[in-house]
C-alpha cells in the first residue's frame, strides 16, 4: 500500500524524469521504460498515474507551463514602478526564467512544441499559453497606446519573445538568456519610444 503523500513526490519524480530523458535522447526515444528507469520506480507507476507516455508529456507541460506562470508573477509582483515598460520588462524577464531555458527545460519546450501540431491537447495548452502572454502584452501597452497600435505591439514582442527563444534554444551552445533579455527590453524600448509612449501609469488610454 502507497504511503499517503507519495502520489505527489511520485508525479514529480516522474516529471523531471521525463525531461531528463528528453534531454538525453529526444521525445521519440524517451519511452516508458526509459523514464521509469530515470526515475527509479517501475514502468507501471506511468500508467497508474498518467494513463502513459501521452499524459505524462502533458502533465510535464504543464509543470513547465506553471513554472512560467510564477517566474513571471514573482517579478510583477516584486514590481516598486507600475508603469507599463517595468509590468513588460517582468513579463520578458520571467519568460527566460531558468525554469525555461536550461538544456531539458528546452529540449522538452522543442518537443512540446513539435508534439502540439499533431496533438489536440497539447495544442490547447500552447494556445492557452501564446493566448496569456499576448492579453498581458496587449493589457500593459494599451495603457499608453492606442487598442489597434497595442495589439500590434503585443503581436510583435510575442514574436520576439518566442524567436529569440527558439533560436537561442536551436544552437549548440544553447540559449544565451541574457542576451535574449537584452535584445527583447531593447525592442521593447523602440516600441514605446516610437510611439512617444509615457512610462508612468497615470498617462493612459482608456
Not at 502507497?2 to 514529480?12: A, H, N, W
Not at 517501475?42 to 507541460?61: Q, R, V, W
Not at 510583477?76 to 508603469?83: I, M, V
Not at 505591439?153 to 536551436?170: E, T, Y
Amino acid at each position: 500500500m502507497p504511503k499517503v503523500g507519495m502520489e505527489p513526490i511520485r508525479r514529480q519524480q516522474l516529471i523531471h524524469a521525463t525531461m531528463a530523458a528528453i534531454d538525453e535522447v529526444g521525445l521519440a526515444e524517451a519511452t516508458v521504460m526509459r523514464i521509469s528507469r530515470h526515475a527509479g520506480v517501475s514502468a507501471g507507476i506511468i500508467s497508474h498515474y498518467f494513463g502513459g507516455k501521452d499524459g505524462l508529456l502533458e502533465a510535464t507541460m504543464r509543470q513547465i507551463l506553471t513554472d512560467l506562470t510564477e517566474a513571471v508573477a514573482a517579478r510583477r509582483h516584486a514590481l516598486t514602478d507600475d508603469s507599463p515598460r517595468a509590468h513588460i520588462s517582468a513579463i520578458i524577464e520571467g519568460n527566460f526564467d531558468r525554469t525555461q531555458v536550461t538544456g531539458p527545460a528546452a529540449k522538452t519546450w522543442l518537443a512540446f512544441w513539435a508534439s502540439s501540431m499533431h496533438k489536440p491537447m497539447l495544442q490547447r495548452l500552447q494556445n492557452v499559453n501564446d493566448r496569456r502572454l499576448y492579453t498581458h502584452l496587449c493589457h500593459q501597452f494599451r495603457r499608453v497606446m492606442p487598442r489597434h497600435d497595442a495589439r500590434s505591439a503585443a503581436r510583435g514582442l510575442a514574436a520576439m519573445i518566442d524567436g529569440l527563444w527558439l533560436r537561442g534554444a536551436l544552437t549548440p551552445a544553447g540559449l544565451d538568456a541574457d542576451e535574449a533579455r537584452l535584445i527583447a527590453q531593447a525592442y521593447l524600448d523602440q516600441l514605446l519610444d516610437h510611439h512617444g509612449c509615457a512610462t508612468s501609469a497615470s498617462d493612459t488610454y482608456r
